[in-house]
């Protein structure tokens, strides 16, 4: 007699952790003896695209200085899949974004095979310090599974722009002039060079000196602040006309340097100087005396107004009480006829305005 039997699975198979499952069926009578046979049969496991693409990495850093190559490689993304096949084969993408109102992708650049991402241009770090883009990967299964991962590059300064002198400002025409008097002491403030590098970082800390001087002891710069000062007292003998050359530098490496130069008249008597740094201390002392006597005349009028008004109080009772009815507390029908009297009466002019 024949019978047939379903072979049924207990729970789910997954060809990620077994592909082959051999399965060994024995079949026995209940004669006696006992007589059996046995059958053997090898199942294989099919895959199907049940499993997502996977980044090796949460996020990716990319560090480049500025000022690279068209072409440079930034860094690469790596993914894997456990699935087989076509449902293992990967296709890396840059997901569709805009970096500062232009498309990412004439920014970066990824080979879609390995994963490589490359600079479309030269980056400037004045411009932007971080670009953020967002990695894709796409197996070729049926239906296609996709996964992203963030990619962070960052731009890294480099020394490539000189300091800019804001003060004294020289151009093709004209050369800054400064004037001192022949009565200055040592330690006069002469001028204040200003200036600013859009680098940053030890790119963008800037030294000052003096590099040029007809008398290089009667003049002293500071290397941190760039002001100018005496270094003695005037002579007679000094030339009334002093040319400097001042250099200021970055820190950057190599260093740049950008240079400015001075006029600096000497003068037997200057009509009117420019308030120096003491000059405007002093000068600030008169404001908070200004306020007290502004104060004290306050008070003092006060005072007088309140003496004043005292006394006419003081008068003016004495005489309510001799005569009984003073100036001050007038009878009622005085009042009301006073108002009788002298009340006012209204006319319409013939433009509509009241007289």
Not at 10 to 19: A, I, Q
Not at 236 to 255: C, F, K, W, Y
Not at 306 to 332: E, P, W
């Given at each position: ?27 026995s ?137 804001l ?16 009565s ?11 200036a ?55 820190h950057?490496?190599?260093s ?93 002019n ?6």
């Amino acid at each position: 007699m024949s019978q047939r039997y379903a072979l049924v699975t207990s729970g789910h198979l997954d060809r990620e952790k077994l592909s082959q499952y051999t399965i060994i069926l024995t079949a026995s009578d209940l004669g006696s003896p006992s007589l059996s046979s046995q059958i053997t049969i090898s199942l294989n496991i099919s895959d199907v695209n049940d499993n997502p693409p996977a980044f090796l990495h949460n996020v990716y850093n990319a560090f480049i200085p500025e000022n690279n190559e068209a072409g440079r490689l930034l860094c690469s993304v790596s993914a894997v899949d456990p699935d087989e096949g076509d449902n293992a084969n990967l296709i890396y993408s840059i997901a569709e974004s805009h970096i500062h109102g232009s498309p990412v992708s004439s920014f970066v650049y990824i080979n879609s095979d390995t994963g490589n991402i490359y600079a479309q241009r030269s980056f400037d770090y004045e411009q932007f310090q971080v670009l953020q883009i967002t990695a894709r990967v796409e197996d070729s299964g049926s239906p296609k599974l996709s996964s992203n991962v963030s990619v962070f590059i960052f731009i890294l300064d480099t020394n490539d722009n000189p300091p800019t002198i804001l003060y004294p400002e020289n151009t093709a025409e004209t050369i800054a002039q400064e004037t001192i008097p022949r009565s200055a002491a040592a330690g006069y403030l002469v001028s204040k060079v200003s200036a600013v590098d859009v680098d940053s970082g030890h790119n963008a800390w800037l030294l000052y000196s003096l590099v040029q001087s007809a008398s290089p002891a009667l003049f002293h710069i500071s290397e941190y602040t760039g002001e100018v000062r005496t270094l003695r007292g005037l002579h007679e003998m000094d030339n009334t006309e002093q040319r400097l050359v001042i250099a200021v530098s970055d820190h950057g490496e190599p260093s740049m340097t950008t240079t400015a130069t001075i006029i600096v008249n000497i003068l037997d008597s200057v009509a009117q100087e420019s308030p120096k740094s003491q000059d405007f201390l002093t000068n600030a002392k008169s404001a908070p005396d200004l306020t007290l006597y502004l104060i004290v005349s306050l008070v003092a009028i006060s005072a007088v107004f309140l003496v004043t008004f005292s006394i006419l109080l003081v008068r003016c009772l004495r005489k309510n009480y001799d005569s009984g009815c003073g100036f001050c507390f007038s009878d009622k029908s005085l009042s009301t006829s006073y108002m009788d009297q002298y009340k006012p009466t209204l006319y319409l002019n013939t433009d509509g305005t009241l007289k």
